[in-house]
């Protein structure tokens, strides 16, 4: 299987919305709507995982960051289920990190759930540190970390 990343295509929506919808819970999962806002937005930008086998390709997942002067923020970093543990989601994260230092970002930001020890361990796994609780931050009452990570400097952390 061979893995390349290139930056999202507007072709790409309704397959992004679909990985979305079945990487998350009905009530977590963005909205077309949500998604196509967030695609858009000042600041963002979505880097695209593309697997190659037997001459298909097929997206395996995106990560979408924004980013505000000096301050980033991962959006949402989803890898379909069969691809998970394969370095896809490590590959789309270090790619935005990359693209984010570029465009001046030196702080990152992101939410993940409390409730979800593997999302935690890889956040963690890749430096982020987490500095705060947001009660209630997901549907049905669920907590989430607020988690950040200093990069494009000599401070950062290598993951």
């Known amino acids: 299987m061979k893995v390349s990343l290139r930056t999202y295509r ?5 397959t992004l919305c679909e990985i979305d919808q079945a990487c998350y819970e009905r009530d977590t999962a963005y909205s077309h709507f949500e998604m196509h806002a967030y ?3 000042p600041g963002a930008e979505c880097v695209v995982a593309e697997v190659r086998a037997a001459r298909q390709r097929a997206i395996a997942g995106f990560c979408i960051s ?3 002067g000096s301050e980033g923020y991962i959006i ?3 890898v379909v289920e069969k691809y998970r543990r394969s370095g896809i989601g490590s590959a789309l994260l270090r790619e935005i990190e990359r693209r984010l230092t570029r465009n ?3 702080e990152v930001g992101l939410e993940t759930a409390t409730d979800n020890p593997a ?3 890889f956040w963690q796994k890749h430096g982020y540190r ?3 609780l947001r009660k209630r931050y997901y549907p049905r009452g669920r907590d989430a970390f607020s988690m ?3 990069i494009g400097s000599s401070r950062a952390s290598k993951a």
Not at 10 to 14: I, K, L
């Open 130 to 132: 987490t500095f705060g």
């Open 10 to 14: 507007p072709e790409d929506f309704e």
């Open 66 to 68: 924004a980013r505000n």
């Open 148 to 150: 950040a990570k200093i």
């Open 39 to 41: 695609l858009t937005m």
């Open 76 to 78: 949402t970093m989803d």
């Open 119 to 121: 999302a935690v361990a």
């Open 104 to 106: 001046g970002v030196r």
